[in-house]
Nanobody, 126 residues
Framework: QVQLVESGGGLVQAGGSLRLSCVDS????????VGWFRQAPGVEREFVAA????????YYEDSVKGRFTISRDNAKNTVWLQMTGLKPEDTAVYYC???????????????????WGQGTQVTVSS
């Protein structure tokens, strides 16, 4: 069983940085691909970044490339999303999600993910 808990959100000025954490208390997290998604009010949930179970491959939405970095430490059952150069349009609730490793990883499709955290609010002021 995977139980995800996000933390690290908050209020930051434009240009600032935050680091989000996604922690699992189970024993199988290291076998799961993990994605970060975000949802702003009145907007559909959108893909932000993803990382394969072994940490070898990462994926990013175009709007965050060069500003956000996803990483993981399986010994700590943790995935991070380092966010720099934050913009007001990055304001949203951020969710991490996990999917047991598969031969093909459709990382963008939120419906593929089996487990979700409760979300953490990120607010960027202008």
């Amino acid at each position: 069983q995977v139980q995800l808990v996000e933390s690290g959100g908050g209020l930051v000025q434009a240009g600032g940085s935050l680091r989000l954490s996604c922690v699992d208390s189970g024993r199988t997290f290291r076998f799961h691909n993990v994605g970060w998604f975000r949802q702003a009010p009145g907007v559909e949930r959108e893909f932000v970044a993803a990382i394969t179970w072994n940490g070898i491959t990462t994926y990013y939405e175009d709007s965050v490339k060069g500003r956000f970095t996803i990483s993981r430490d399986n010994a700590k059952n943790t995935v991070w999303l380092q966010m720099t150069g934050l913009k007001p349009e990055d304001t949203a609730v951020y969710y991490c999600a996990a999917l047991f490793r598969t031969s093909v990883y459709f990382y963008r499709d939120s419906q593929n993910y089996e487990y979700w955290g409760q979300g953490t609010q990120v607010t960027v002021s202008s």
